[in-house]
């Protein structure tokens, strides 16, 4: 991370993690909890699994349409092994060894993926992608015996953490802040490091990377696994926030809205797919009150035209460019102070 980031990360963060009790000092104490758990925590969670989506599509130049069926692979081990859930399949673990549990299988999907679609590139990787994430939907659908079939699991409430519920707002709402602040960070490390320059090197130039002596098919399948990683942790998340998970929650309509997320956040920077969460849980909420709730993908499908015409980089693009235009007023501002102070000192006269 750039010197000049890091206060303005520190800044970000501790006022995302204030805000809970900033909310209750603009709207009721029941609409600042509304916005707390179903719209910030929401937000986060889905995030989290835009930003594997966005961490492979920036320093990979790849996109994969599988996230958010990783994510489900991680929210289905963790209901399949932990205690209470129900209907009970295997049951009788504890969430401190499910939740690692279900972080392994993540991961180790995300490699599948990445060995299954190694050798593909652009609308190939994102066709073979999007098959791999609907042949698991379809067999999960249809599987009973492991995962319920249609129904899914429910009642995984989560554990209780120093003594309080974890689906308490507040509990929830700096859990997932917590870890979305640590993969956050992870991944600005993780690109600057010997893996990471060979990774942005791989996008920009694979053949002169490969012929460097580098392994271009390991560090792709690589990604996928960290990026697996980063979506089973939202999984897990998402999976205890709706108190379980059902195939639904990995259909192509999810596919898709997790792929909106990145594109309107933008896909030049991981802070993107926080910024796209929160665009579309806002909207996605609120859609009955703005429009119409039956016209809800109308609704998000023209703010995403708007954004991705005005931008092609999506919000963060935005952003870019109104700095650079503050910054442009502002140098055209000094330019004309710095012309007229060499006239002076050569004896120009001037009137008072």
Known sequence: MHRRAIPATLVVLALL?????????????????????????????FGIIAMSL??????????????????????????????????????GWGYAAAIPLSLLAATVMG??????????????????????????????????????????????????VFGLDFRNAFVFYHIALGTAAALFLGVLYLV?????????????????VAALGYSVGLHRIAAFGVAGFIAGCGGVLSTIYNIGISPGTIGLGATVNILIMSVVGGLGHPAGAFIGSLIFTVFDTFAATIYDR??????????????????PDGAIGIGTKLRRLLGAGRGHTGGVQGARAPRQQAGEETTP
Do not use: C, H
């Open 54 to 91: 966005t961490f492979l599509a920036t320093y990979g130049g790849f996109i994969s349409l599988a996230q958010m069926m990783i994510a489900g692979v991680a929210g289905y081990t963790l209901a399949i092994f932990v205690e209470g859930a129900l209907p009970r399949i295997v049951g």
């Open 111 to 160: 490699l599948v993926v990445g060995a299954i679609s190694v050798r593909t590139r652009d609308i190939y990787l994102l066709m073979i992608t999007l098959a791999l994430a609907m042949g698991v939907f379809r067999f999960i659908e249809t599987n009973i015996a492991w995962f319920n079939g249609y129904e899914g699991i429910r009642n995984v409430v989560g554990p209780t």
């Open 294 to 311: 039956d016209r809800f993908n109308t609704l998000i499908g023209l703010v995403f035209l708007v954004i991705v015409l005005v931008s």
């Open 192 to 208: 600057k490091t010997p893996f990471g320059l060979v990774l942005q090197g791989i996008r920009d130039n694979p053949r002169r």
């Open 17 to 45: 993690l204030a805000l809970p009790w900033l909310l209750p000092q603009f709207m009721p104490a029941n609409q600042a909890q509304f916005w707390t758990a179903n719209i910030l925590g929401r937000a986060i969670v």
